[in-house]
């Protein structure tokens, strides 16, 4: 079982930046894939980018050049630092690990205000 656990949400407006973080509560062993998701009110989770544990990465379009994915292998961390926020980038933020299985985070609010 991994845990895992992401902070950094908050509110922010239009244009400004925010960086989560995503911990896993214990080792995880390559080959994996970290990753973030987001889910707006009345719709689908969707994917915002990942990494593999050998740095490949890939982006959705909606947010190609605005945001970066990196991880720290040796604390098991995901970060996402996010800029030029949009209003329409507001969602739960997801962390995920696929490992055997696909683990998720409990989920962090991102708002952007107008």
């Known amino acids: 079982q991994v845990q895992l656990v992401e902070s950094g949400g908050g509110l922010v407006q239009a244009g400004g930046s925010l960086r989560l973080s995503c911990a896993a509560s214990?080792?995880?062993?390559?080959?994996?894939?970290m990753g973030w998701y987001r889910q707006a009110p009345g719709k689908q989770r969707e994917l915002v980018a990942t990494?593999?544990?050998?740095?490949?990465?890939n982006y959705a379009d909606s947010v190609k050049g605005r945001f970066t994915i990196s991880r720290d292998n040796a604390s098991h961390t995901v970060y996402l630092q996010m800029n030029s926020l949009k209003p329409e980038d507001t969602a739960v933020y997801y962390c995920?690990?696929?490992?055997?299985?696909?683990?998720w985070g409990q989920g962090t609010q991102v708002s952007v205000s107008s």
């Open positions: 214990r080792t995880i062993f390559s080959p994996n894939v």
């Open positions: 990494i593999t544990s050998g740095g490949s990465t």
């Open positions: 995920t690990v696929v490992l055997v299985i696909r683990y």
